[in-house]
C-alpha cells in the first residue's frame, strides 16, 4: 500500500498572497498529519514565492512524520538542506517563470553534476529523490548516479483522457517495475486528484503518492484533516 506525502506548498501561498502571518503551514502539516499523512512535502524555491525558510526550520521541529524537501540542485539548498537535515531531499527542475514543477529532472544530461550533489548530501545522511519522467534513460541514469529513490512525474497522466491515459498509466505502470529491478524505490506525483488517484495508488510496490493542490483545494471544502483522510482512504484501498 503506498504512503501518502501532502504537499502543503498551497498553504503559503496563501499566506504569501497578502505578505502576512496566516494561514501557517506549520499548523496545517499538523491537521495533515492527524488525517493520516505519513510525509509532509515543502518545496523550497529560489524565489521563495510561498515556503519561507522559518517555515522549514519549525516543520523540522514540529512534525512528527517525515519532512520532504523539494529542492533545485543549487549550492544555496544544499546548505539549507544540510542544516535542516530534512528525512529526504526530492531533486527537481526549477524556472522561475513557473506555474509549479514542469517536467522532470533531466538526470541523463547532467550525471556527472549530479552524482557528486547527490553523494554530498547523503554524507549528511540525507536520502535522495529524483522528480524525473518515467523514460527508462532517466530511470538508468538515476541509479548509476545514486539517487535512494525516483519520483515518477505523473502530471502527463493527469492532464490526459481517455485512450491517451491509459497509455500514459502503462508507462508509469512499466516505469515503476523497471525502476524497482534496479533496486529504486518508486514515489509518484503531480496533478493526482480523487479521481484519478486510485490507479497509479493501485501499482504494485508504489512506496508514496505525493499530492498537494487537489488536497487543499478539497480542504477548502472540508478542512484539511479530512480532507487528507479522504485521500487516504482512495489510496489504502487499492
Ligand atoms: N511532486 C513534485 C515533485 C512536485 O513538484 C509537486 C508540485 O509541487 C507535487 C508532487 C504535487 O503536485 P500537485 O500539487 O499537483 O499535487
Redesign the pocket.
Known amino acids: 500500500m503506498a504512503t501518502l506525502g501532502v504537499?502543503i506548498?498551497h498553504i503559503a501561498n496563501v499566506r504569501q498572497s497578502r505578505k502576512t502571518v496566516e494561514p501557517d503551514p506549520v499548523q496545517f502539516a499538523f491537521l495533515a498529519e492527524l488525517g493520516g499523512a505519513d510525509s509532509i512535502?515543502v518545496?523550497l524555491r529560489e524565489d521563495r514565492r510561498h515556503i519561507q525558510d522559518r517555515d522549514i526550520f519549525l516543520l523540522r521541529d514540529t512534525i512528527k512524520t517525515k519532512l520532504n524537501l523539494?529542492m533545485a540542485a543549487t549550492e544555496e539548498m544544499l546548505k539549507i538542506s544540510k542544516k535542516l537535515l530534512p528525512d529526504y531531499v526530492?531533486l527537481?527542475p526549477e524556472k522561475r517563470e513557473e506555474i509549479?514543477?514542469e517536467g522532470g529532472l533531466d538526470v541523463k544530461n547532467n550525471k556527472k553534476y549530479l552524482k557528486d550533489y547527490v553523494s554530498r548530501l547523503k554524507s549528511s545522511n540525507i536520502e535522495v529523490s529524483a522528480?524525473i519522467d518515467p523514460v527508462n534513460e532517466q530511470i538508468n541514469c538515476s541509479g548509476e548516479v545514486g539517487f535512494d529513490f525516483i519520483?515518477l512525474h505523473t502530471?502527463k497522466y493527469a492532464d490526459l483522457k481517455g485512450e491517451e491515459q491509459y497509455v500514459e498509466l502503462q508507462k508509469i505502470i512499466e516505469s515503476t517495475y523497471y525502476a524497482i529491478d534496479l533496486d529504486l524505490i518508486v514515489n509518484a506525483?503531480?496533478?493526482?486528484n480523487y479521481q484519478n488517484v486510485e490507479k497509479i495508488a493501485s501499482i504494485n510496490n508504489i512506496n508514496e503518492l505525493?499530492?498537494?493542490?487537489?488536497i487543499v483545494a478539497r480542504a477548502l471544502a472540508v478542512g484539511l484533516e479530512k480532507a487528507v483522510r479522504e485521500m487516504k482512504t482512495l489510496i489504502s484501498t487499492n
Open positions: 504537499n506548498d512535502t518545496h523539494e526530492t527537481v509549479t514543477t522528480f519520483e502530471g506525483g503531480h496533478g493526482l505525493n499530492i498537494g493542490h487537489s
